[in-house]
């Protein structure tokens, strides 16, 4: 720290600097707890949803492979999708200490898809099965994001508290710490002198 010049006005100043730091240090310890508190929440939902998604993801492999008995690569690369351009992606937002934690869903059910010259019920459960992996996938994308804006921030957050804590509150305290032993010093000094004089 800049040297400071040992007066009473400059020790009062550094007090309130310290205890401003402390309770800085304060506010982000609890708010690395609140992250870390939300990240386990999510992760737990993710792990939930991962499941759910890798159930559906083997639904479709299997609904994929009977369709393609049933029509061949060509006869399936011909068949109406079931998401056409007009569907929507909602996407909702809520803060969270400042971080915008965000949900995603497909809206509404998929609008129909034009009907195919070959309809069969295999290509259809295909269809299906890969329109539910879509809105599995579009709820496990957010909240994927919102663990890495989570995680960005607890580490911002927890090298903050371990500034104050290990480099500028132990500075602050050792400045303080001489500035009262200067004035002490300075004190003594002078309580010689008058004396020397009387």
């Known amino acids: 720290m800049n040297p400071v010049t040992p007066t009473r006005s400059a020790v009062l100043e550094l007090r309130e600097e310290r205890r401003a730091l402390q309770e800085g240090h304060a506010f982000l310890d609890e708010k690395c707890l609140l992250l870390a508190a939300e990240m386990v929440r999510g992760l737990r939902r993710y792990e939930a949803l991962r499941r759910e998604f890798r159930r559906a993801q083997q639904a479709a492999h299997a609904a994929l492979a009977a369709a393609l008995a049933r029509h061949g690569l060509q006869g399936l690369q011909v068949y109406a999708p079931a998401l056409p ?64 804006r989570l995680l960005a921030e607890y580490r911002r957050a927890s090298r903050r508290a371990r500034a104050l804590q290990d480099v500028l509150l132990p500075e602050l305290t050792q400045t303080l710490h001489d500035a009262e032993t200067r004035i002490e010093e300075m004190e003594q000094e002078e309580a010689v002198w008058f004396r020397r004089r009387a």
């Open 85 to 148: 351009a007009e569907a929507r992606l909602e996407v909702t937002s809520r803060p969270l200490l400042g971080i915008a934690l965000q949900e995603a869903a497909i809206a509404g059910p998929l609008p129909a898809a034009r009907a195919p010259l070959q309809r069969s019920p295999e290509a259809e459960a295909c269809r299906e099965a890969f329109a539910e992996l879509l809105r599995g996938a579009a709820a496990l994308a957010a909240l994927a994001g919102n663990l890495e």
